[in-house]
């Protein structure tokens, strides 16, 4: 917005898209806008040198500059192997847009537009055709794509709702396209009228979900002494990079610094190769071979221990 002003280009800490050609994309927020040299509230494409390609600016875009409404709230995500890109706003609102014709000015241009959530939008991942969204105040959801469009009902609606602003800021860690795990982050305390960690520091929460049922594989509260991260520093995404997850935050107290906490698989204390006597917690007793046999399928019993080599057994250590 050279010859007024705002349209920023915030899009809650998230980055600009490039796609495989190096054209890059971004979405701006509220300011001046008309259709010529400004352009807030704008879905905008870049060549590699950085001209302006194309863009799309819904067509209440006035309505969202008065009423600080910003659509550039969680920046564009690129969907692979289509030429699509969808982004969201403080409306809630999701636009799905043709980056091969972006449409310009008005909601007819856009390849779809419909209502995610209630409130913000600030963080979206998209991954094996589904989109992943926890908005402000609101469920955690998940939208199916067809190829073309998404499923505008959620194929999943979580049970645990986020306290105020701003939601959950998520990513996805995968081996290919297979064993996802949606990582989100969020407040777990809030102030009072539903402004959550708005203008406050707040205590955080670190979610673990299976991306094949959706079911909750672990939270940092379970075990709050030894996996809490304290204070939660929204916008911030957690990074997943050589099997750990590296998630920052303002630590215990509102200073100038937190901490980084880097979480990893929990390696248990196995039990060594060896000779063992297996006995029951319950009997006290020990697994016994009767037929001093080696014969697989042997039937066993339960016996007093004696130490004799039919109560011995090897144990190899698979991890």
């Known amino acids: 917005s050279p010859d007024d002003n705002g349209a920023g280009i915030w899009q809650s800490g998230n980055g600009a898209a490039a796609d495989s050609s190096g054209n890059v994309y971004w979405v701006t927020a509220n300011g001046s806008w008309d259709g010529q040299s400004d352009f807030s509230e704008t879905i905008m494409k870049a060549s590699p040198s950085l001209a302006l390609e194309d863009w799309h ?43 091969n014709n972006m449409g310009h000015l008005g909601d007819a241009g856009a390849v779809q537009k419909w209502a995610a959530s209630s409130s913000h939008l600030h963080s979206l991942n998209f991954f094996n055709s589904n989109l ?11 939208f199916h794509f067809n190829g073309a469009t998404f499923n505008t009902t959620p194929v999943y609606r979580g049970s645990i709702q986020a306290i105020g602003h701003p939601g959950a800021s998520l990513s996805i860690a995968a081996n290919g396209t297979s064993n996802g795990i949606l990582w989100a982050a969020t407040n777990s305390q809030g102030q009072s009228g539903g402004l959550g960690a708005w203008h406050m520091t707040e ?73 063992y006597i297996i006995t029951s917690a319950y009997s006290k007793l020990a697994v016994d ?14 016996y007093t221990v004696n130490n004799g080599t039919n109560q011995q057994w090897t144990l190899d250590n698979l991890g």
Do not use: H
């Not at 992943?132 to 998940?142: H, N, R, T």
């Not at 939270?219 to 030894?226: F, L, M, V």
């Not at 037929?291 to 066993?300: A, L, R, V």
């Open 203 to 275: 205590p955080g929460i670190l979610y673990a979900y299976n991306l094949s049922n959706m079911s909750q594989l672990w939270n940092s509260e379970q075990n709050a002494s030894r996996d809490s991260c304290g204070n939660y520093a929204k916008f911030t995404d957690p990074t997943i990079a050589n099997g750990k997850v590296y998630l920052p935050s303002f630590g215990t107290a509102q200073t100038r610094s937190g901490q980084v906490c880097v979480y990893g698989e929990i390696q248990a204390n196995l039990i060594p190769n060896g000779s």
């Open 289 to 302: 071979d009767p037929g001093f046999s080696t014969k697989e399928g042997q039937d066993m019993q339960q």
């Open 132 to 142: 992943y969204v926890w908005g402000q105040s609101d469920y955690l959801k998940v």
């Open 57 to 99: 600016t819904p067509s209440d875009y006035a309505s969202l500059d008065s009423g600080d409404v910003d659509l550039s709230a969680s920046g564009p995500v690129l969907l692979s192997k289509t030429n699509l890109l969808v982004a969201g706003g403080k409306d809630g609102a999701l636009e799905l847009v043709n980056t």
